[in-house]
């Protein structure tokens, strides 16, 4: 018979399909403990791609705006994320789990129906907002989109641009190498984060865009802990699961972690 326990498992997400890390599952009775784990605080790895602005904050999202980009630098950034630090305001994304009038947002999104009213701010806490890495060097794509205006306007500005450095030289331009290759350069900022329960990180990404008078998407997304669990100090992982044993192993050990700890280190 299994025991009753909670279980922290890596590399799958709940609620949103781009997030990796740690997730906590209940088995038995252990389900009635989860809760301990929701008011947590959370540490996360973010990535954002500046320059873009999509519906659902993230790189699966339909792309909504395109923002310059060249005046950003690494000292305007890291001054910027010291106002997201503390106590904040923060507007959910269209596409999350909170309810409106008895209907998930995400499902208000994916259905295309209006929302019965605007999506509040809401206070959250970020205990710790640092800069990890400012750079034009990645792998990373821009949103693809099918807006034709869009499409037009990223051609239309990047061939200026690329008319200017030229002063004006008469060389045919290639207009769909000039799209794909320049939006490629956009930068990419790497951001560590330790924040209070109901804190999203695509918000946080967006909203640092949004500051910085350009815009800003999730492209990778990492949960390093929750509560007092770690990422790969104490997560099994999912491929691992498979096989009971492991899956045992690990109930032992957070049942023997939770026999020294009372509880986890929750909304500290």
Same mark, same amino acid.
């Given at each position: ?19 990796? $890390? &740690?997730?906590? &599952? ?11 784990? !929701? $008011? ?10 500046? $320059? ?38 923060? *507007? ?18 994916? *259905? ?33 989109? +099918? ?14 641009? +690329?008319? %200017? ?8 331009? %290639?207009?769909?190498?000039?799209? =794909? ?6 930068? !990419?900022? *790497? ?6 329960? $109901? ?5 946080? !990404? ?29 997560? &099994? ?7 009971? %044993? ?5 109930? =032992?050990?957070?049942?023997? *972690? ?8 929750? %909304?500290?």
């Amino acid at each position: 018979m299994v025991e009753s326990t909670v279980m922290p498992v890596a590399k799958l997400s709940a609620r949103h399909p781009l997030a990796t $890390g &740690v997730l906590v &599952v209940g088995i038995n009775d252990g389900c009635k403990e989860l809760y301990k784990y !929701i $008011g947590c605080n959370k540490v996360y790895s973010a990535t954002g791609l500046f $320059g873009f602005a999509t519906d659902s904050y993230d790189s699966y999202g339909k792309l909504l705006k395109i923002a310059p980009v060249k005046h950003i630098t690494k000292e305007m950034l890291s001054f910027t994320l010291q106002k997201f630090t503390g106590d904040i305001l923060q *507007k959910p994304p269209l596409y999350s789990a909170l309810r409106m009038e008895g209907r998930r947002l995400y499902d208000y999104a994916r *259905k295309g129906i209006a929302l019965p009213k605007s999506i509040e701010p809401r206070a959250v806490k970020v205990h710790s907002l640092s800069l990890l890495d400012f750079t034009t060097s990645h792998d990373y794509k821009p949103p693809t989109t +099918t807006d034709t205006m869009l499409l037009e306007a990223i051609k239309t500005s990047e061939s200026s641009d +690329t008319m %200017n450095k030229n002063n004006q030289s008469n060389e045919r331009i %290639n207009e769909d190498s000039i799209t =794909e290759n320049s939006l490629l350069n956009n930068p !990419i900022f *790497k951001i560590h984060v330790e924040c209070g329960k $109901g804190t999203y990180i695509r918000s946080l !990404i967006h909203d640092i865009g949004i500051e910085l008078n350009s815009a800003a998407h999730v492209v990778e997304l990492v949960r390093l802990q929750q509560g007092d669990l770690q990422l790969h100090r104490d997560t &099994v992982e999912l491929d691992e699961c498979s096989d009971l %044993n492991t899956i045992f192993n690990a109930m =032992e050990k957070i049942k023997l *972690k939770h026999d020294c700890v009372s509880q986890p280190q929750c %909304n500290k």
